[in-house]
């Protein structure tokens, strides 16, 4: 993809920001209907910058190298290795590694920034 919703000296709210559905699969939803939402806003280099959105429920994954900041909402990460779990709410800064497998515990709706 090379065009993106922000380019260049420009601005987005990250609350205004529609995103695509992205069907989860459903073997990784634990509990609940969540829905998931996500969008790429620019390309750097080789790096990707996004929204993406998980709605109230519980959902496993796997994840990727990312930074992130949490725009809106509440959640807990907690991590199959035993890492300690990550309390999330708008203006947490996290970062996840690639492969850590994870379980989602989204209270109220989470919207976050990621750079992967």
């Not at 559905?21 to 990784?28: K, V």
């Not at 929204?51 to 190298?65: C, F, M, P, S």
């Not at 850590?100 to 209270?107: D, E, K």
Request: no cysteine; net charge negative; proline share 4%.
């Amino acid at each position: 993809m090379t065009d993106h919703l922000l380019a260049p000296n420009t601005v987005l709210q990250g609350a205004d920001v529609a995103l695509a559905d992205n069907p989860l699969a459903p073997e990784d939803v634990v509990s609940g209907s969540p829905r998931s939402g996500i969008v790429t806003l620019a390309a750097v280099g080789d790096t990707e910058v996004g929204v993406w959105e998980l709605g109230v429920g519980v959902v496993q994954d796997t994840e990727i190298d990312e930074v992130f900041v949490v725009l809106s909402g509440e959640a807990t990460v907690d991590f199959a290795d035993g890492t300690p779990s990550l309390e999330l709410r708008a203006g947490s800064i996290g970062r996840l590694a690639a492969g850590a497998r994870t379980t989602w515990t989204v209270r109220e709706t989470l919207r976050k920034v990621y750079v992967a």
